[in-house]
């Protein structure tokens, strides 16, 4: 199943997940236009990040950044506890993120008595105020929370893993061909090996084909070409689409709303 909220929005996004035998499956990989976090409390888990793999720990925090696929892996069925916010730094007003560094994927905050200190307020407030009031807080809380994570030296990164050595090549050639690529036939033939074998090792190891991990990172690039001004007419060819009806069916199946709404105040 997907992760349950809505992954293409603008509003702030909040929610503290106990859940019991969840299946391996129980999370699929996806992408989305926001900043996501998860703080991790409990389970048995990892957690991928295109190809980067982090063996998860209490206290990590997972920093997702926008357009990144990425999924939860359930390693065994424990209990399993986390803290999930989406949001858009401008939108929302959170510019401190940028305070992290880029290379910033997974942090654990064991030491860091402030930063889990933040997240027993969200819950808090989040019980205590109407949602309205909710999302004035929530912004103020993450900003303290990545200041708070620059001052306290005791937060460790996490190192990554890697897939396997032919899924990172093909994501790398993937991402670097994004808006000219012709489709998994491309992929296999730069990589000197089949399809069906491209085809598998996406499904295995990323819980995702090679069309939709393609589709959905050309609509997230012409949703932020569509946002920076340009005309969805001119878009849809600069990022890989042949028709612009192929490309009206996907915008909308993908983020609810037309291509045109996007520039509507």
Not at 35 to 57: M, S
Not at 98 to 127: H, M, P, Q, W
Not at 147 to 163: D, E, G, M, R, V
Request: negative net charge; hydrophobic residues 35%.
């Amino acid at each position: 199943m997907m992760d349950d909220y809505i992954a293409n929005t603008d509003k702030l996004f909040f929610k503290h997940s106990v859940s019991e035998n969840l299946s391996c499956n129980a999370y699929s990989m996806h992408t989305h236009n926001s900043y996501e976090l998860i703080y991790f409390l409990e389970g048995d888990a990892t957690h991928v990040i295109e190809d980067r793999k982090y063996k998860l720990k209490k206290g990590d925090l997972i920093i997702i950044r926008p357009f990144q696929y990425h999924f939860i892996q359930i390693d065994s069925p424990e209990r399993y506890e986390r803290y999930n916010i989406l949001f858009k730094p401008d939108l929302h007003q959170i510019e401190s993120v940028n305070l992290l560094r880029d290379d910033l994927e997974v942090i654990n905050l064991s030491g860091n008595t402030v930063a889990d200190d933040i997240f027993r307020k969200c819950d808090l407030y989040f019980e205590n105020s109407s949602g309205e009031t909710f999302e004035k807080i929530l912004p103020h809380l993450l900003c303290e929370l990545f200041y708070s994570i620059t001052l306290f030296p005791c937060s460790k990164p996490l190192q990554a893993t890697t897939l396997s050595p032919i899924i990172s090549k093909a994501l790398k050639y993937t991402n670097e061909n994004l808006c000219t690529l012709s489709g998994i036939e491309e992929i296999a033939e730069h990589l000197f090996v089949s399809e069906s074998y491209i085809f598998r090792l996406f499904q295995k190891e990323l819980h995702q084909t090679p069309k939709k991990y393609i589709l959905e990172k050309r609509l997230l690039l012409a949703q932020k070409m569509i946002r920076d001004g340009e005309k969805p007419t001119d878009v849809f060819l600069k990022c890989g689409f042949c028709d612009y009806t192929t490309f009206y069916r996907n915008y909308i199946a993908f983020y609810g709303h037309s291509p045109s709404c996007e520039n509507v105040n």
